[in-house]
């Protein structure tokens, strides 16, 4: 289990009383803090089935990130803090993202099934193309046509797809993975993120992650611990 981050450990009420006290970015940075839950560390970090993920294995921060890809929310947090946060935390070394499928759709099912068809170094450019147009895709009267669409314009020819969904194989396994993330973890709603095994609900700005991202850093340093429990292969 990874070491416990001492700012997010104090008590959500504790928090809450005198984070007003303090100057607005403190404590509104304290109050971000607070919205961490403690789930068991070692059961959101451990290697999963179907993951992906981008960054240094030996990071000393790793998040988890459960998404939708028709989940407006999880859109925004693709084409907002995604971009910074891999040019200032996943590229420098200091955070290794990992995905996880929590599809709250069957539209969303297939289009996760997409992602898994296209061979693993392709993942985070099919990933990109269908957070980009979920309205052309997620609406359309055959959600299965206009993702297969998708997949053509990222080089996975419609057959691939249409033999990868048939096959079944993904489809069971993303439900295995969401069914343990909803029983065991928690999750019932998208983005949720586990970041060192701390769970983060909702929508964040990047100005906020990157508050909370860097107290956790400035935390392991000082204890000179590495803090990293996961090791997934890209």
Request: hydrophobic share 45%; glycine share 6%; proline share 6%.
């Amino acid at each position: 289990m990874s070491l416990p981050v001492r700012i997010l450990t104090r008590s959500t009420t504790k928090i809450r009383l005198w984070a007003w006290r303090l100057a607005p970015p403190i404590a509104a940075l304290l109050l971000l803090l607070a919205t961490f839950t403690h789930p068991a560390a070692a059961d959101a970090l451990a290697p999963r089935p179907g993951d992906r993920g981008l960054g240094a294995g030996e990071a000393p921060i790793v998040m988890v990130a459960y998404y939708s890809l028709d989940c407006p929310h999880c859109a925004n947090f693709h084409l907002e803090v995604f971009p910074p946060l891999k040019e200032q935390y996943i590229e420098t070394g200091k955070v290794r993202i990992v995905f996880r499928d929590f599809p709250l759709s069957w539209a969303a099912l297939q289009a996760a099934i997409l992602t898994h068809c296209a061979p693993p170094e392709r993942y985070f450019a099919v990933q990109d193309a269908l957070l980009k147009s979920i309205g052309q895709w997620s609406k359309a009267e055959s959600t299965l046509k206009a993702v297969a669409r998708i997949g053509e314009t990222q080089g996975i020819p419609e057959a691939v797809y249409q033999a990868c969904f048939d096959a079944r194989v993904w489809e069971r396994q993303v439900f295995e993975g969401q069914k343990f993330a909803r029983d065991v973890l928690g999750v019932n709603s998208t983005p949720t993120f586990f970041i060192n095994g701390e769970k983060l609900v909702g929508n964040i700005s990047f100005v906020k992650l990157s508050r909370g991202l860097g107290d956790m850093l400035d935390e392991i340093a000082r204890r000179g611990t590495d803090m990293t429990s996961l090791g997934v292969s890209e």
